[in-house]
């Protein structure tokens, strides 16, 4: 799950961004609507929080660009002011929710998860393979009832492989999808996290869940023929 926040107030930001890094989401920072606009329509995120008040475009002219140009992710706007106009503004252009400065980050969390949850397909909310299960709401994992502990790119890793289950996954893939745009795809990290990942979940159980399919990327699939399922 990738979220970019549009903000220049530098305090506001890098709370949010840190806050967001430690509940393992993927998150970059744009500091006024211009880069804003350019990143949002770059990268493929999933969600966007977008403040009202910003240099070069404000957040409503970013908004509506992006949504001109068939940008999909959910959006949340932030704004200091609450007023019916300001909000029926927002949802105008294209917000999916609303949130009022200040906030507490518990209720920015709370937004973020059930907007995420309401784009997952079939809202799906946790993520089985095999005796695998991934939890996107409160992005705990567990392999045969045991929790595994994993770090922001490796359950981003993990999550993707998953939602993808079956399907050979390249690294191109996820380098946009669970790395931050400065990333270079061609560094060995990618391989290095997923030697991680599978190190912790594979430690004391029989058969492997992620196969390296040479040339091509990594696959995640049940050890053993009996089909995913999604739950
Ligand atoms: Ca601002």
Known sequence: MRILIVEDERKVARFLEHGLREELFTVDVAQDGEEGL?????????LLILDVLLPK????????????????????????????DDRVAGLDAGADDYLVKPFAFAE??????ALLRRDARDNVV????????????????????????????????????????????????????????????HSNVIDVTVYHLREKLDRGFDGRLIQTIRGSGYQLAPPDPAAPRRA
């Open 38 to 46: 350019y990143r949002a329509r770059e990268f493929p995120y999933d």
């Open 57 to 84: 475009l404000d957040g409503l002219q970013v908004l509506r660009a992006y949504r001109a140009s068939q940008g999909r992710a959910r959006v949340l706007m932030l704004t200091a002011r609450d007023t019916v």
């Open 108 to 113: 920015l969390l709370a937004r973020v998860r």
């Open 126 to 185: 946790h993520l089985e393979v095999h005796d695998l299960r991934l939890d996107l709401r409160t992005r705990k994992v567990h392999r045969g009832g045991q929790p595994i502990t994993l770090s922001t790119r490796e359950f981003g890793v993990l999550a993707y492989l998953m939602r993808h289950v079956g399907e050979v996954v390249t690294r191109t893939q996820l380098a946009e999808h669970v790395w931050e745009e400065q990333f270079d795809p």
